[in-house]
């Protein structure tokens, strides 16, 4: 018999870096969790990617016992590093501090589409180039669809 799901917490946490300081300590120690076990097995599944975001989805189960799914990293994330810039622009329309190609465009696509809405890889690559102009990203090229 499966065991029933009490909780369902969303954390973004860096790669290979999980300690019990906030957010970690306490959306887990709130529901119960053992804090330390999580990020031990966190640290240890993620140790290939010191530093990068990394969303996670943990379940919580009534005995308190937990699993958890990583994610890929953020698209936001991945386009501030393709296009060497630290943040967006507060206005998309008129400042430009960087820009993306639709090949990096693809890259961050095919690397994001087992967590994206999409079923065509054309469809992943709108929802990245519309992330990347929603940011002030400028795309360079002709779209390939």
Do not use: H
């Not at 640290?43 to 969303?55: L, R, S, V, Y």
């Not at 937990?66 to 990293?73: R, S």
């Not at 998309?92 to 890259?107: E, F, L």
């Amino acid at each position: 018999m499966a065991k029933e799901i009490e909780y369902i917490i969303k954390l973004q946490v860096k790669g290979g870096q999980a300690n019990p300081a906030p957010p970690i300590g306490p959306a887990l120690g709130s529901k119960g969790v053992n804090i330390m076990e999580f990020c031990k097995r966190f640290n240890a599944k993620t140790q290939d990617t010191p530093g990068k975001i990394i969303p996670v989805v943990i379940e919580v189960y009534k005995d308190k016992s937990f699993e958890f799914v990583t994610k890929t990293a953020p698209a936001t994330v991945q386009l501030f590093e393709a296009a060497g810039i630290k943040k967006g622009s507060a206005q998309s329309n008129r400042i430009k501090p960087g820009s993306v190609t639709w090949d990096q465009i693809k890259a961050i696509a095919e690397d994001k589409m087992p967590d994206l809405n999409a079923f065509k890889l054309e469809s992943a690559m709108k929802m990245i180039a519309g992330s990347a102009r929603s940011i002030g990203l400028e795309i360079k090229g002709d779209a390939p669809f």
